[in-house]
């Protein structure tokens, strides 16, 4: 928004140099993006925002400026020579629909010639890039960049009845604008009508049919405030932005009707002749404005700033904005907001101003650029961290040195892809958003899963070679009877695919051994034992996946395996519920190992491929015959030679004794008896 160096002087001495005061501008809230010198001016290009719209003119900045520099303000004069005829006479004024329209002023000018405007104030129009058009519709435009509230003039001739009435748009009306374009007009519509028809739109633009021509004579000025709502679907449905609706749409002062409408009717006596008619049409909804008032108190500004803003200026400051304050206790003050500031400085609840709003306007003045830059000052010691913290870190720690990279994906998603993957409460109903940006970020997560596929299927796409990805984080269940808010509990999930190495070393395709490995060595890390017994999961390939069991509490924590749908690699997945791996405790002991010889066995099992290796692994560590000090999954075969629903599964053995070298028939005899233990529990009965 541009605002001419020479216009504002008119309101305020202006003495610093304007590359200068567009710093100190910006520091005050008000940025400013440029400074132009534009022959024997200076153009500032102001970023208004749209909670400012009080400096959406040259008066509203030169206040601004007067406060920042700490000059006089000079209010342009508003009082006109007045006739003997009081505009009662001359035209009536009704307004049906008070909640859009909750103040109009009209003042009338009689006896006006329609001219060109004087070189002062074209160029003053021009400096901004406003077009000239005549002496009194040049007033409205000039009043509007001066004092931030919107004119219309009527050519009061025109008008039937000599009437203005505010109302609602009827079905089937239409209206030509001051553009050309015929509107057809809708009941939210407002408008402005005479004793029979439409003659502008409310806030946007005025119609063609009572517009300001060089036979006017007599002029009706329109100053109102508009319902922002009102405005907005209006100027929305036409597809227009006008000066006039760019501010009404924002919020125009409600108590500066009169005084655009008198200071309009001064300038077009003086520019246009004519007599100004007594008095003004004034009608407004009853308690319209209401006050706006908030408490602000010294300490706590200063405590907010953190900086030492002395009293003194927090008042002088307050005045020279229009804010009005008065004493309500030792350092703190009643504040009332002006009513060009209304629509800045909403309500709480309880009808008062937030403290945090009323600390804005000192502190900017101060200037954010001179306050300190320092770290708050936190008292006492750092508590220690809560075990699950602790755990939490572990569960990182482990998995990024297992290669995999840590990713934080939304919170929400698609109800079908979450429907579609398995879940740890699986009767558990996705809880729905009630605003959502689209369908696909509809229902809180249920499992990190799906989130955690999607990216992998997005890397793949791009030519990964290798997917090893986790994420932390929490998901969301129905919440309990009686409590407010829904269960959350934090879970950890991994995705794997792909191969690693490379050609010239050793390349490993990642499989689903590869995601049971990282389970089994998490949960080793931890101090846990978990079990996976198969069982077909929603999303994931029949036959390869389990669930994750905690056999010491009995219940499931966790699942794995792959996903059903493919893309390029095949993808593994694992998800755990962090609350499933605590109470763990790490065996830290070190065993000296033995300095007599190990001794190997192997043993081949043939057994129901219903049964899992963990409940074998069980069953051995319960059986360990002595000097046994370890045993690991070899290999699992199924295919020719072995009966149809059972496998083959190779265990190896390794005996050890501290004391001595074991014999070879020591160790046979050790795993006979395990052998023939093992056979007579899981042993094939087909």
């Given at each position: 928004?541009?605002?001419?160096?020479?216009?504002?002087?008119?309101?305020?001495?202006?003495?610093?140099?304007?590359?200068?005061?567009?710093?100190?501008?910006?520091?005050?809230?008000?940025?400013?993006?440029?400074?132009?010198?534009?022959?024997?001016?200076?153009?500032?290009?102001?970023?208004?925002?749209?909670?400012?719209?009080?400096?959406?003119?040259?008066?509203?900045?030169?206040?601004?400026?007067?406060?920042?520099?700490?000059?006089p303000l000079r209010r342009p004069p508003s009082d006109p020579v007045e006739g003997s005829e009081s505009v009662a006479d001359a035209a009536a004024l009704a307004i049906e629909d008070l909640n859009g329209c909750p103040r109009y002023v009209a003042r009338v000018v009689r006896g006006v010639k329609i001219g060109p405007?004087?070189?002062?104030?074209?160029?003053?129009?021009?400096?901004?890039?406003?077009?000239?058009i005549n002496n009194v519709v040049d007033v409205t435009n000039f009043v509007l960049w001066e004092m931030g509230q919107p004119l219309h003039a009527f050519d009061l001739a025109k008008l039937g009845g000599r009437r203005i009435v505010v109302r609602r748009a009827r079905a089937g009306e239409k209206l030509t604008t001051l553009d050309g374009q015929e509107r057809q007009l809708t009941p939210e519509m407002l408008v402005i009508a005479d004793a029979e028809i439409p003659v502008a739109l409310a806030g946007v633009m005025g119609g063609a049919d009572s517009e300001v021509t060089d036979a006017t004579t007599d002029v009706l000025i329109e100053s109102a405030h508009f319902d922002r709502k009102r405005v907005r679907v209006a100027a929305k449905a036409f597809g227009m932005h006008t000066d006039a609706s760019h501010r009404f749409e924002r919020g125009t002062d409600p108590e500066g009707c009169l005084v655009a409408a008198s200071r309009?009717?001064?300038?077009?006596?003086?520019?246009?002749?004519?007599?100004?008619?007594?008095?003004?049409?004034?009608?407004?909804?009853?308690?319209?404005?209401?006050?706006?008032?908030?408490?602000?108190?010294?300490a706590r500004l200063n405590r907010f700033a953190g900086a030492e803003i002395a009293a003194a200026d927090v008042e002088r400051w307050f005045a020279g904005l229009g804010f009005t304050l008065e004493p309500a206790g030792p350092g703190a003050w009643e504040v009332t907001v002006p009513s060009?500031?209304?629509?800045?400085?909403?309500?709480?609840?309880?009808?008062?101003?937030?403290?945090?709003?009323?600390?804005?306007?000192?502190?900017?003045?101060?200037?954010?650029?001179?306050?300190?830059?320092?770290?708050?000052?936190?008292?006492?010691?750092?508590?220690?961290?809560?075990?699950?913290?602790?755990?939490?870190?572990?569960?990182?720690?482990?998995?990024?040195?297992?290669?995999?990279?840590?990713?934080?994906?939304?919170?929400?998603?698609?109800?079908?892809?979450?429907?579609?993957?398995?879940?740890?409460r699986p009767e558990a109903v996705a809880l729905r958003l009630k605003n959502p940006l689209s369908e696909s970020y509809s229902v809180m997560r249920r499992s990190l899963v799906p989130n955690l596929v999607a990216t992998a299927r997005f890397n793949q796409r791009r030519g990964a070679p290798a997917i090893r990805m986790f994420e932390i984080a929490v998901v969301y269940f129905p919440a309990a009877p009686g409590e407010p808010l829904p269960f959350q509990p934090e879970h950890a999930a991994f995705v794997c695919g792909g191969t690693v190495g490379n050609p010239w070393q050793r390349e490993l395709v990642?499989?689903?051994?590869?995601?049971?490995?990282?389970?089994?060595?998490?949960?080793?890390?931890?101090?846990?034992?978990?079990?996976?017994?198969?069982?077909?999961?929603?999303?994931?390939?029949?036959?390869?996946?389990?669930?994750?069991?905690?056999?010491?509490?009995?219940?499931?924590?966790?699942?794995?395996g792959r996903v059903?749908?493919?893309?390029?690699?095949?993808?593994?997945?694992?998800?755990?519920?962090?609350?499933?791996?605590?109470?763990?405790?790490?065996?830290?002991?070190?065993?000296?190992?033995?300095?007599?010889?190990?001794?190997?066995?192997?043993?081949?099992?043939?057994?129901?491929?219903?049964?899992?290796?963990?409940?074998?692994?069980?069953?051995?560590?319960?059986?360990?015959?002595?000097?046994?000090?370890?045993w690991q999954l070899k290999d699992r075969y199924r295919g020719q030679g072995v009966p149809e629903g059972a496998v083959n599964t190779t265990i190896s053995f390794l005996y050890n004794s501290h004391e001595r070298s074991l014999t070879q028939e020591e160790v046979n005899e050790r795993q006979s008896a395990l052998a023939a233990e093992l056979e007579r529990r899981y042993g094939w009965k087909g």
């Open positions: 928004m541009l605002f001419s160096r020479n216009w504002l002087a008119e309101y305020v001495d202006l003495h610093a140099d304007p590359h200068q005061m567009a710093r100190r501008l910006t520091m005050a809230g008000l940025n400013t993006e440029g400074v132009e010198e534009r022959g024997h001016d200076v153009l500032l290009d102001v970023e208004v925002t749209t909670n400012r719209p009080d400096c959406m003119n040259h008066f509203g900045l030169a206040r601004e400026i007067a406060v920042l520099y700490d000059t405007s004087p070189a002062w104030m074209r160029a003053r129009l021009e400096a901004i890039g406003q077009r000239s309009a009717a001064r300038l077009i006596a003086e520019l246009a002749g004519g007599t100004v008619l007594a008095g003004a049409l004034d009608v407004r909804a009853a308690g319209f404005p209401p006050l706006r008032q908030g408490r602000l108190e010294h060009w500031r209304f629509f800045d400085f909403e309500p709480r609840p309880d009808g008062r101003v937030y403290e945090a709003d009323l600390f804005e306007e000192p502190i900017r003045i101060y200037g954010m650029d001179t306050i300190a830059s320092t770290l708050p000052r936190i008292p006492g010691s750092d508590l220690p961290r809560s075990p699950e913290q602790i755990l939490r870190e572990k569960v990182r720690d482990y998995l990024a040195a297992a290669g995999y990279v840590e990713t934080v994906s939304f919170a929400f998603g698609d109800p079908a892809v979450d429907a579609a993957y398995p879940s740890l990642l499989d689903l051994v590869d995601a049971k490995g990282v389970v089994d060595g998490l949960a080793e890390a931890l101090g846990v034992r978990l079990e996976a017994r198969p069982k077909d999961l929603p999303g994931l390939l029949p036959g390869s996946s389990a669930e994750l069991i905690r056999p010491d509490r009995g219940e499931v924590v966790g699942f794995l059903a749908e493919e893309e390029g690699f095949p993808l593994y997945v694992a998800e755990v519920a962090l609350g499933g791996l605590t109470g763990g405790e790490a065996d830290m002991r070190i065993e000296i190992p033995s300095r007599f010889p190990a001794v190997e066995a192997d043993l081949t099992l043939t057994h129901a491929l219903a049964t899992p290796w963990a409940e074998i692994a069980s069953a051995i560590a319960e059986l360990s015959p002595p000097d046994l000090i370890s």
